[in-house]
């Protein structure tokens, strides 16, 4: 089983929609997450990080199952510009200095 | 505030040459690292740092040299570039070793 694993998509949204992805991870002790969102080419930018159930931001909302070991994502009332990879990101657990990138979610979301 | 400052933002080399990529923080995060990202692939880590003086080495150091002599400054030098290292180079900064990491915009390197 891959450490961190998404599915690569592309999803494609009409504007409004409420999508999710779904990040399942393999170390049990992992403690926190993060999702980032990356544009073409450019730089990961921090989007939501859970700590412990879960974290809402406006129209964001992640949910961690821990008995499943999964992290979820969902977007509300989908924008255009909401339009990017989102990469699923878990955090070095004691001992070591390694974060675990997923390979991205795209997503699209059509006009 | 500038964050992570990273330069040059696009390089291309020929193959044999040597250059250094620049990376900057601004934050007094104790902790750096450098990934490349390759099309279809995850960001891949590099090299590393925890601190001023303390460099480790990541999953594909091999062809890249770094060092820390101060907490703002991480660059990384490519020896003896070869096409293999055509990437897109992340450097990322962090206060802790299971916090999130802040990006710099990247450097977009092409070697011929």
């Known amino acids: 089983r891959k450490e961190v694993e998404q599915d690569p998509g592309p999803f494609n949204v009409p504007e409004g929609a409420t999508v999710a992805f779904n990040c399942t991870y393999s170390?049990?002790?992992?403690?926190?997450f993060f999702w980032y969102r990356q544009d073409c080419r450019k730089e990961p930018k921090l989007l939501m990080s859970?700590?412990?159930s879960g974290n809402e931001d406006g129209r964001f909302t992640a949910q961690l199952n821990r008995a499943s070991q999964y992290i979820s994502l969902l977007i509300r009332d989908s924008k255009l510009s909401d339009s990017a990879t989102y990469l699923c990101?878990?955090?070095?657990?004691?001992?070591?200095?390694?974060?675990?990138f997923g390979t991205g979610t795209r997503l699209k979301v059509l006009a | 505030n500038a964050g992570v400052t990273q330069t040059p933002k696009f390089q291309v080399l020929k193959t044999g040459q040597s250059m250094t990529l620049q990376c900057a923080q601004d934050?007094?995060?104790?902790?750096m690292s450098w990934y490349r990202q390759d099309p279809g692939m995850g960001l891949r880590l590099i090299h590393y740092?925890?601190?001023?003086?303390?460099?480790d080495q990541g999953e594909v150091p091999n062809g890249y040299n770094v060092s820390r002599s101060t907490t703002e400054d991480f660059p990384l030098r490519l020896l003896s570039a070869a096409p293999s290292q055509t990437s897109v180079y992340f450097c990322?900064?962090?206060?802790?070793?299971?916090?999130?990491?802040?990006f710099g915009d990247g450097t977009r390197l092409s070697i011929l």
């Open positions: 990322a900064s962090t206060p802790g070793a299971s916090q999130p990491q802040h």
């Open positions: 170390n049990s002790a992992s403690q926190s």
């Open positions: 859970v700590y412990s």
């Open positions: 990101v878990v955090p070095p657990t004691s001992g070591t200095y390694k974060y675990i």
């Open positions: 934050m007094n995060h104790e902790y």
């Open positions: 740092s925890v601190g001023a003086g303390i460099t």
